[in-house]
C-alpha cells in the first residue's frame, strides 16, 4: 500500500487555491445594493504627498545638472 505524504508545501498551495473561494465578503446590511468605498482625505494626503516628494526629485535632478 502507497503512503500518503501530506508535506507543508502541499498543504499550503492548497490553502492558496482555496482562500479565494472561501473568503467572498456577504452584504451584511441586506442593501441590495453594495457601498462603494469612500474616498476621503486619506487619499487627497496621498496624492499631496506624491506631489510633494516628485517635485522635491525635481528640484534635486535640477541642481545636480
Do not use: Q, T, W
Not at 452584504?27 to 476621503?40: E, I, R, S, T, W
Not at 496621498?46 to 541642481?63: D, P, T
Amino acid at each position: 500500500m502507497k503512503k500518503v505524504v501530506c508535506s507543508p508545501k502541499l498543504l499550503l498551495v492548497a490553502l492558496l487555491i482555496c482562500l479565494p473561494l472561501i473568503s467572498f465578503a456577504g452584504n451584511a446590511y441586506g442593501h441590495d445594493k453594495p457601498d462603494g468605498a469612500p474616498l476621503d482625505g486619506g487619499l487627497s494626503l496621498l496624492l499631496a504627498a506624491g506631489v510633494g516628494y516628485g517635485a522635491k526629485k525635481i528640484s534635486a535632478k535640477r541642481k545636480e545638472s
